[in-house]
């Protein structure tokens, strides 16, 4: 069973498209975290949501949004994208300051 | 603050060779640090990881000591092999909240 998913795992759009990326856990945990890794493999973290709450919200453009339905799903918008926007996302999960599970990435291809 | 320095890479080995990553922290409190492996094409993976000063984490051969005096949490591994090529990940975990905080990455690649 995998324990953190995302789909897709690959995404290629036009400047200017609006995307989402979905992200499911099946660990029980109570936190789930969005990050950014850019092309030398730097991380970023982006939003963090613990039992549906954001409760990190790092400087990254409005243009991006997270959204909890419930504490096993966390998903990410994304508005008008921009060339600077291609990464891969990956998604995370942790039980409170624990271990963080991270999802296989989404890797996002703006053109 | 929270930060974790990690040396820069990329780091190429024969196979067999031994493999030290240095990582340094700075942390308020008392943190968890860990290890984590980034193979080609997938997401993160823990690798080990240390709750407290002293403890050693290991696993696949890796290991590391958690330095409280040096503030260190350094990897090794005596004989590296081909499949050991990933990049690798030192990662701090303050306890006092949700956020991690995760070194630049050392890129490992190993020769036969």
């Known amino acids: 069973d995998t324990a953190v998913s995302q789909t897709p795992k690959y995404l290629v759009t036009q400047m200017g498209n609006d995307k989402s990326i979905k992200c499911e856990q099946n660990?029980?945990?109570?936190?789930m975290y969005w990050y950014k890794q850019d092309s030398k493999k730097f991380l970023k973290i982006m939003f963090s949501?613990?039992?549906?709450?954001?409760?990190i919200n790092e400087t990254v453009p409005n243009r991006f949004s997270p959204k909890s339905p419930d504490k096993a799903h966390l998903n990410l918008h994304i508005n008008s994208l921009e060339l600077g926007d291609s990464a891969v996302y990956f998604c995370?999960?942790?039980?409170?300051?624990?271990?963080?599970?991270f999802g296989p990435g989404t890797r996002l291809t703006v053109l | 603050g929270n930060s974790v320095t990690q040396m820069e890479g990329p780091v190429t080995l024969s196979e067999e060779a031994f493999l030290t990553i240095n990582c340094t922290y700075t942390?308020?409190?008392?943190?968890?640090l860990f290890w984590y492996v980034q193979y080609p094409g997938e997401g993160l993976q823990l690798l080990l990881k240390?709750?407290?000063?002293?403890d050693k984490g290991s696993n696949k051969g890796f290991e590391a000591t958690y330095r409280k005096e040096t503030t260190s949490f350094h990897l090794e591994k005596g004989s590296v092999q081909v499949s050991d090529s990933a990049v690798y990940f030192c990662?701090?975990?303050?306890?006092?909240?949700?956020?991690?905080?995760f070194g630049t990455g050392t890129s490992l690649t190993v020769i036969p």
């Open positions: 995370a999960s942790s039980q409170t300051g624990d271990t963080q599970y």
């Open positions: 660990l029980g945990h109570d936190t």
């Open positions: 949501y613990n039992n549906k709450e954001l409760i």
């Open positions: 942390a308020t409190g008392y943190p968890s």
């Open positions: 240390a709750t407290k000063a002293d």
């Open positions: 990662a701090l975990n303050p306890n006092t909240g949700n956020q991690f905080y």
